[in-house]
């Protein structure tokens, strides 16, 4: 069923151009933190650039944000400075996944693709550093939204690895380094942990973009645009 709806969303996501050389799953990852919006507390997670100017991150790391701030991890800048400045232009607290602006970070768009049981994958970190993770098997989570008042369903998988909540937003990649999923919650009772599909992912990228402020009364992001 995972590998039906990614095949039916992959034409409308951001694919790998046939030329020039590819981003590695490496150079992509950046860190992201953000200040307080109201009352809700100062975050922090990973991020992955999926196109030139374009983050992809957990929506549950940026929803209650008052600025964000990208720093890079390799290569992906213009110039060597971190505490890039970077916009909000989507939040999808269904599939907990948003979107960030940084227009300095450089990247190829990042290819997709679906995994089955026994697959090991990378998840690049900030700093350098990696974690391998092993798909159990492909799940529909049935899950609270990110801002805990509904229940939703999203597409994705149940893994085994060494991921923790302050990697949150990070990105699973597999040996072709095509982005296979994003890493949002480890579990509290097993030692499993879960990210969404490539489907969900194909999703969001092809969403229109909009622009999200801090609403200090709700203390978290709002659409403005």
Not at 59 to 83: F, L, P, Y
């Amino acid at each position: 069923m995972l590998a039906t709806a990614l095949g039916a969303m992959l034409s409308t996501a951001l694919l790998v151009s046939a030329c020039g050389p590819r981003s590695s799953a490496g150079e992509r990852v950046v860190h992201v933190a953000t200040t307080r919006c109201g009352t809700a507390p100062q975050s922090s997670g990973v991020g992955i650039t999926v196109d030139d100017g374009v983050v992809l991150t957990a929506a549950h790391v940026v929803v209650g944000a008052g600025a964000v701030t990208i720093s890079e991890s390799e290569r992906n800048s213009k110039s060597s400075s971190d505490g890039l400045v970077a916009e909000i232009i989507l939040v999808d607290t269904t599939r907990d996944l948003a979107l960030l602006r940084v227009p300095d970070l450089r990247a190829e768009p990042v290819e997709l693709a679906a995994a089955v049981a026994g697959d090991v994958l990378i998840a690049p970190l900030p700093g350098g550093k990696r974690a391998t993770v092993v798909v159990e098997r492909a799940v529909t989570i049935n899950i609270d939204d990110v801002r805990a008042t509904t229940r939703s369903r999203r597409a994705g998988y149940e893994l085994r690895g060494e991921l923790v909540p302050g990697d949150s937003g990070a990105g699973l990649f597999d040996n072709e380094e095509r982005l296979i999923g994003v890493f949002f919650s480890r579990s509290v009772s097993r030692d499993v942990v879960f990210a969404v599909g490539a489907s969900e992912v194909a999703a969001v990228l092809s969403a229109p973009r909009a622009r999200y402020v801090c609403d200090l009364d709700a203390s978290r992001v709002i659409l403005v645009e």
